[in-house]
């Protein structure tokens, strides 16, 4: 690299966790963690370097703590990111034992000339929706008013779905290292990247856009996926509330020249 720009990204899982726990199921919410700080990276452009992460328990069962760090782990080897430590506090008193938090903290790097800043973005330039796993780790609370949080409701299979309403909930958030590490290897040239994290498409998308410009999404040109329909009928939610909480099938946009 000719000018090597250090990124970083901290964040968590939100109350996705809590699903994680109602099901007993742990495996996969270490995932979430480290995509939601390594595709903030990626975004900027650079590559992950390395993780770190923190879980804060009522009480250190070491059993499920390993299943959780398992998911960390596996999260790291998609994203090329080296798993170089991390913090397990137990809170007896401030935490119910059986509950915990989950976050982290990446660091990587990016060659100055290839960062993604938006500066670059013009008139005429195409949007370029990337496909996600579903909800990822964004919208829970209001995930958790729509549907009763249960171990029977979340085990119900829903035919739509293909799958268990908890497993279709719980599907681990996309990494997007390696697809946008593939499209700046390809030489093309991304002029603004959006993560669609928490505020869904109407708060992400225009912090990527310059002043002055403004962005259509052709609603019909992807489709929506069935957890978010069945989200909106179970819980009647505008549409507007949807595409305002959550990414509806695209979890990462790019902008780029038209070809």
Known sequence: ??????????????????????????????IDAVAMCVNDIACAGGEPLFFLDYIACGKNYPEKIATI???????????????????????????PEEDYDLAGFAVGVCD????????????????????????????????????????????????????TLG????????????????????GVRVHACSHITGGGFYENIPRMLKEGTHAVVEKDSYPVLPIFKLLAKTGNIEEKMMYNTYNMGLGMVLCRRRS
């Open 1 to 30: 690299m000719e000018e090597p720009v250090l990124l970083s990204g901290t964040d968590g899982c939100g109350t996705k966790v809590k699903l994680a726990m109602i099901m007993d199921k742990h495996d996969t919410i270490g």
């Open 69 to 95: 760090v398992k998911g960390v782990a596996e999260g790291c080897l998609q994203s090329e990111a080296a798993l170089i430590g991390g913090e397990t506090a137990e809170h007896p008193g401030l935490m």
């Open 112 to 163: 100055k000339k290839d960062m993604i800043t938006g500066e670059e973005l013009k008139a005429g330039d195409v949007l370029i929706g990337m496909a996600s796993t579903g909800v990822h780790s964004n919208g829970f609370s209001l995930v958790r008013k729509v549907f009763e949080m249960t171990r029977e409701s979340l085990e119900t299979y829903y035919e739509e779905l293909g799958t």
């Open 167 to 186: 497993e279709a909930l719980l599907a681990p958030t996309r990494i997007y290292v390696k697809a946008l590490k593939n499209i700046k290897n390809a």
